[in-house]
């Protein structure tokens, strides 16, 4: 079946700890993005990524972090430097054009212990 | 910046009862427009979608929106809800300059009761 796949489903971070959600994609998609969820805000853009190597902050990319060395993949990693990283984060991947059109996978809870 | 506005953060329906949610958005250019959602458990997906056109549009399950310009408005309506379309639903619109970053509403939460 082709989709994006993350995990692990629930993430627990201790503090000072950085941690790392995984996204993969069978899509052939060439943009994948990040967003976090929280209650009554919507999703909001962490950091995107239109092609292999290059990726963008987004509006709240702020201790988060990221990387595209294969296309397939593009893992956030929550750093210490979030101090309030408990959310449910999604990711999703598109063609380039139309962008609007975004296919995600099934999301990430994280929670502080 | 732009933005997108959804007005009703919780509605509750009876079954049979018809369906509208607000959706207005900040920005003066071309836009595309587009509703996703996310039922209980699943996925987020897209319901439907505005490019160009007819400014009536019609998505998977009855769901319907309409573009109106003047209004920078893009209303989600269903004429008789079902149970299963309890879920979030999600306003989001691309700008049609540069890299088409979609911008998310911050949604409406749907509980249809039997």
């Known amino acids: 079946d082709g989709g994006i796949t993350q995990s692990p489903k629930y993430l627990f971070r201790k503090e000072g700890q950085n941690v790392t959600l995984s996204c993969e994609q069978n899509l052939n998609h060439d943009a994948m993005y990040w967003y976090r969820q929280d209650p009554g805000q919507g999703l909001r853009l962490i950091y995107y990524?239109?092609?292999?190597?290059?990726?963008q902050k987004g509006d709240i990319a702020e201790g988060y972090s990221v990387s595209r060395e294969k296309k397939e993949s593009f893992p956030l990693t929550v750093t210490s430097a979030q101090k309030n990283p408990t959310a449910f984060y999604l990711c999703?991947?598109?063609?380039?054009?139309?962008?609007?059109?975004?296919?995600f996978g099934a999301g990430t809870r994280l929670s502080v212990l | 910046a732009q933005s997108v506005s959804q007005h009703n953060h919780h509605v509750i329906l009876s079954e049979a009862a018809s369906l509208e949610l607000g959706c207005n958005y900040s920005y003066g250019g071309t836009v595309n427009l587009f509703w996703y959602v996310q039922y209980p458990g699943q996925h987020l997906q897209l319901l439907l979608k505005?490019?160009?056109?007819?400014?009536l549009v019609k998505g998977i399950k009855g769901f319907e929106a309409e573009f109106i310009k003047s209004k920078f408005s893009f209303n989600l309506r269903k004429p008789s809800v079902q149970w299963s379309d309890t879920a979030e639903y999600f306003c989001?619109?691309?700008?049609?300059?540069?890299?088409?970053?979609?911008?998310f509403g911050t949604g409406t939460r749907l509980l249809v009761s039997p």
């Open positions: 990524s239109q092609i292999v190597n290059d990726f």
């Open positions: 989001a619109v691309t700008m049609n300059t540069g890299f088409q970053k979609l911008v």
């Open positions: 505005y490019f160009s056109g007819d400014p």
């Open positions: 999703a991947s598109s063609m380039e054009v139309p962008a609007g059109i975004q296919y």
